[in-house]
Nanobody
Framework: VQLQASGGGTVQAGGPLRLSCAAS????????MGWFRQAPGTEREFVAA????????SYADSVKGRFSISRDNTKNTVYLQMNSLKPEDTAVYYC??????????????????WGKGTLVTVSS
């Protein structure tokens, strides 16, 4: 299984950025997908998750209203649209996959698969 995140970069505060995570080696439409992030010197934290069909989503309070998670099961890809970015959004962003959707995503607890991260830097 491979989860390949892309789309990171440097953006000015207030700007948008869209991350993508392309999955292979798994039946994508049967997995919930999500995003986590880790800033230097901090623990990894939950950002957003989406269930297998895209009909249910959840967000960390810190990004609610600014970030949007979506998926395209025909392309085996999950997206994270990030708007109104803030310097505190600077982090390495990771995508993850797990058969189950629910509160365990907020704990980042035992996700089946993780991708390598993509760095997002928001300059003030």
């Amino acid at each position: 299984v491979q989860l390949q995140a892309s789309g990171g970069g440097t953006v000015q505060a207030g700007g948008p950025l869209r991350l993508s995570c392309a999955a292979s080696g798994l039946t994508f439409s049967r997995y919930a997908m999500g995003w986590f992030r880790q800033a230097p010197g901090t623990e990894r934290e939950f950002v957003a998750a989406i269930n297998y069909s895209g009909g249910m989503t959840s967000y960390a309070d810190s990004v609610k209203g600014r970030f949007s998670i979506s998926r395209d099961n025909t392309k085996n890809t999950v997206y994270l649209q990030m708007n109104s970015l803030k310097p505190e959004d600077t982090a390495v962003y990771y995508c993850a996959a797990d058969p189950l959707y629910g509160s365990r995503w907020r704990r980042g607890d035992g996700m089946d698969y993780w991708g390598k991260g993509t760095l997002v830097t928001v300059s003030s």
